[in-house]
């Protein structure tokens, strides 16, 4: 089974400033990666697939980047409607596809 | 639009099975291309795939749990069955179903249900 490792665990994030979350793999997943965002009380939202690629509706201020065991989710100004947990999943193997422990990203 | 709902018992006994039925609306699961999958959430932890099943009846399992799931499809109804025997308190969570759009990647889903909670306990 393939490992995904978020961190930090919880990122407070001044608004309008950055906010980068890392997702690792214990083996290379290619680009193979997506990334949800899941708001209070709510069922979880396709943000990236293919590391990069941003799903439908998703504004540009998210990106991400990476590929093999390292990937990026970046907020790059962040507004008080990403605040949420980030998770990762990894579909490069998919026979067995895995989520991350997810990010808290707040609002300092 | 495409909308799925989660229904099933909210409460279940140690060692029962667990039957969850996800209807659909918006698309068919008979166009190729198109899946549907379970997802399961425990309260204040991480998501865990549980199982898919795609338009052409290929079926996949989370392999950790491969011998207590079950997972069919009913194209004239619209819905997706998931099937869990021998549950215990450690299955308490929230279950989701959720849609894999064709254009997508093989393992992702675009569209979630609200979820259903359900609780293990004597």
């Known amino acids: 089974e393939i490992v995904l490792t978020q961190s930090p665990a919880t990122l407070s994030v001044s608004p309008g400033e950055r906010a980068t979350l890392s997702c690792r793999a214990s083996?290379?997943?290619?680009?193979?990666l997506a990334w949800y965002q899941q708001k209070p009380g709510q069922a979880p939202r396709l943000v990236i697939y293919?590391?990069?690629t941003r799903a439908s509706g998703i504004p540009a201020r998210l990106s991400g980047s990476g590929s093999g065991t390292e990937f990026t989710l970046t907020i790059t100004s962040l507004q008080s409607e990403d605040v949420a947990v980030y998770f990762c999943?990894?579909?490069?193997?998919?026979?067995?596809?895995?989520f991350g422990g997810g990010t808290k990203v707040e609002i300092k | 639009q495409i909308t799925l709902k989660e229904s099933g018992p909210t409460l279940v006994k140690p060692t029962q099975t667990l039957t969850l039925t996800c209807t659909f609306s918006g698309f068919s699961l008979s166009t190729s291309g198109v899946g549907v999958g379970w997802i399961r959430q425990p309260p204040g932890k991480a998501l865990e795939w549980l199982a898919l099943i795609y338009w052409d009846a290929d079926k996949r399992y989370s392999p950790s749990l491969t011998s207590r799931l079950s997972i069919t499809k009913d194209n004239s109804k619209n819905q997706v069955v998931l099937t869990m025997t021998n549950m215990d308190p450690v299955d308490t969570a929230t279950y989701y179903c959720?849609?894999?759009?064709?254009?997508?990647?093989?393992?992702?889903?675009?569209?979630w249900g609200q979820g259903t909670v359900v609780t293990v306990s004597s």
């Open positions: 959720a849609h894999r759009g064709p254009w997508l990647p093989r393992g992702t889903f675009n569209v």
């Open positions: 999943q990894q579909y490069n193997d998919w026979l067995g596809l895995t």
């Open positions: 293919g590391a990069s």
């Open positions: 083996q290379s997943v290619s680009s193979n």
